[in-house]
């Protein structure tokens, strides 16, 4: 059984941690939007009063949505942003891997 020097295992627990938090980031992002959506105003119908009838589109109209809906988008958008941030991490890892590696 080889053992990868101590370089090249840091670089691997960082993209293995990065999947990680990306992963429970998007599930984040999934479970806030089904949240903020589910959280719209009063008399607002799902599929009729939606901007072209697609319920998503209320999550970019803050108008739609009640106060709880729109902490619940707050929430999604915070964890879109870390979702980005660990698949750059990620890209960044495998770059400097690679040109470790070379």
Same mark, same amino acid.
């Given at each position: 059984?080889?053992? +990868?020097?101590?370089?090249?295992? #840091? +670089?691997?627990?960082?993209?293995? #941690?990065?999947?990680a938090i990306g992963f429970v980031a998007w599930l984040r992002v999934l479970f806030f939007q089904w949240k903020t959506i589910s959280n719209r105003r009063e008399g607002v119908r799902l599929f009729r009063d939606a901007p072209l009838r697609n319920p998503a589109n209320i999550l970019f109209r803050g108008e739609l949505l009640t106060e709880k809906g729109l902490a619940y988008r707050r929430k999604m958008v915070q964890s879109l942003v870390l979702f980005f941030i660990a698949g750059f991490a990620v890209a960044l890892v495998f770059g400097l891997a690679w040109l470790a590696l070379r």
């Open positions: 059984m080889s053992t +990868l020097p101590w370089h090249q295992a #840091i +670089l691997v627990a960082v993209i293995i #941690i990065a999947l």
